[in-house]
């Protein structure tokens, strides 16, 4: 069966490469390209392309109380509550093909889960970007549809974490063996976005 985690802090947790990504604007064009060596088949804020299918994977929010998870073209929508003030989210997104369950985490709790694309397997040659839903390849990028604000801590693994793990991420212990790794990530830049020094933190 083809597993997939991926967990970003958004908007506490430490890591070695204290970097933030700053999206300071909307934007067509400003994207981070992450660049994983050793793919393997996997079954805007986050979005994994092939070159079948532009939203094999993709987190994004289109209103404050809500992130949107896309596999394989297909949707859902996780309700959240609203904030009094802007703060940082942890976010860890889990979907196991076999059973086609969708996990969202939310700052170390576990949301009722839901189904998606059961059975679905995705294409190991992707293009995996941050702060854009790529409606094409590497490309087709939407205003209304990018990041602003800052993007942190981004990790992705090739199976469905257990619970005990994704609290090892909230307690700032990362598990082995990650595809997309925090404190050693390849990328390349496109547009206006920055590589800053991460502010003090609080947990929400």
Known sequence: SIKLAFCVMLGWCPADWNKVFVFPAS???????LHVLNQQPL?????YATQSRSNNFLIIRFSDNDYSIYVGGAG?????????KPSWD????????????VQLWLNGEALPR?????????????SIMLGQDQDSFGGGFDFNQSSV?????VNMWARVL????VRMIWNSITPVDPLIYWRSLSYSIKDEVYVEDLLALQRV
């Open 114 to 126: 839901l189904g998606l694309k059961k059975g679905y397997s995705i294409s190991p040659q992707a």
């Open 76 to 84: 859902l929508i996780f309700k959240v509550p609203l904030k009094e």
């Open 162 to 165: 257990k619970p005990v793990g």
């Open 149 to 153: 604000g800052e993007i942190f801590d």
């Open 90 to 101: 942890h976010i860890c997104v889990l979907w196991d093909s076999s059973i086609g369950l």
């Open 43 to 47: 079954t805007d804020l986050f979005s």
């Open 27 to 33: 934007s067509a064009m400003a994207a981070v390209d």
